[in-house]
């Protein structure tokens, strides 16, 4: 089994791609600030899970790696909120992803507490 079967990878790498798109036509000025940080954040939390999901076999590693990719979750929502008070991104917009980062909080908080659906 692949950690690209996992539900929370799956719309991490959504999101992720949304943003990338999302970002293009943000100010060149903002290349090295909002736009970098928010990229990087919603990419962190697929290679968080990416990571934890290979060293599955370790509880506490694989919780911690999932800890991780959960607070990269959080911080691409405080980069939405900046994004939308930038006036870079429409109320609707952010409502939408950030809806999407939400769920996938939520996927992420299940793995957590259930890691021994996950092949531990």
Request: charged share 30%; with cysteine; glycine share 4%.
């Amino acid at each position: 089994m692949s950690f690209k079967t996992l539900l929370a990878y799956q719309k991490g790498f959504e999101l992720a791609i949304d943003i990338f798109h999302l970002t293009k036509v943000f100010p060149k000025y903002e290349m090295f600030g909002l736009t970098s940080q928010m990229v990087r954040s919603s990419r962190s939390v697929c290679s968080n899970i990416a990571e934890g999901y290979r060293k599955r076999q370790y509880e506490k590693h694989f919780k911690s790696k999932l800890s991780d990719a959960d607070s990269e979750n959080s911080e691409t929502q405080l980069w939405l909120d900046f994004a939308l008070a930038c006036e870079y991104i429409s109320v609707e917009k952010r409502k939408k992803l950030h809806h999407k980062s939400e769920e996938i909080g939520k996927l992420l908080n299940y793995m957590m507490n259930n890691p021994d659906k996950f092949g531990l």
